[in-house]
Nanobody
Framework: QVQLVESGGGLVQAGGSLRLSCAASGGPFSFATMGWFRQAPGKEREFVAERIWSGATNYADSVKGRFTISRDNAKNTLYLQMNSLKPEDTAIYYC????????????WGQGTQVTVSS
């Protein structure tokens, strides 16, 4: 069974930085596409960034240039480095695996809260 556990969230002032971690277990992930999503109160979960198995990355326009997704296969961990944080980045952040067959994400953990104050 795939298990994903997010951590690293917290309170930060606008302009600050945080690094989120997603610890994965339950199988090899070297050739898996993994991504980060977020959900703000009253809003739908939205795409933030993904790392394709090949190493290529995609970012939402709202975070492009500020966030960086990476992974450490030796540690089985996905990261999201968030710089120049804005209040609108406030949300619960989740990581997930992309299904090869459907192209949709699954395996969400409990999420980690990111709160950016002005």
């Amino acid at each position: 069974q795939v298990q994903l556990v997010e951590s690293g969230g917290g309170l930060v002032q606008a302009g600050g930085s945080l690094r989120l971690s997603c610890a994965a277990s339950g199988g090899p992930f070297s050739f898996a596409t993994m991504g980060w999503f977020r959900q703000a109160p009253g809003k739908e979960r939205e795409f933030v960034a993904e790392r394709i198995w090949s190493g290529a990355t995609n970012y939402a326009d709202s975070v492009k240039g500020r966030f960086t997704i990476s992974r450490d296969n030796a540690k089985n961990t996905l990261y999201l480095q968030m710089n120049s944080l804005k209040p609108e980045d406030t949300a619960i952040y989740y990581c997930g695996l992309k299904q090869r067959s459907s192209g949709t994400y699954y395996g969400w953990g409990q999420g980690t809260q990111v709160t950016v104050s002005s």
